[in-house]
């Protein structure tokens, strides 16, 4: 997770896990249930942010160890 690539791959996919999480236990956490264009829509965004997560996960294996 050294690379940026990663890192905010780890950070989409947290996102993306939280809108379920939200819509199933009301629990406050994430960012995708305080995007008002997704009010309603939390599972579906988001599983929608699964995807890029899993490609930033791709795009930081292919790269080398550094820069």
């Given at each position: 997770?050294?690379?940026p ?10 996102q ?8 199933f ?5 994430g ?10 829509c ?11 997560a ?6 930081a ?7």
């Amino acid at each position: 997770m050294k690379e940026p690539p990663g890192g905010i791959g780890f950070f989409t996919l947290v996102q993306g896990a939280a809108g379920p999480v939200h819509q199933f236990t009301d629990r406050d956490r994430g960012l995708v249930h305080r995007v008002g264009f997704a009010d309603g829509c939390e599972i579906y965004a988001g599983v929608a942010l699964v995807g890029p997560a899993l490609a930033l996960f791709a795009a930081a294996a292919s790269r080398g160890p550094g820069w």
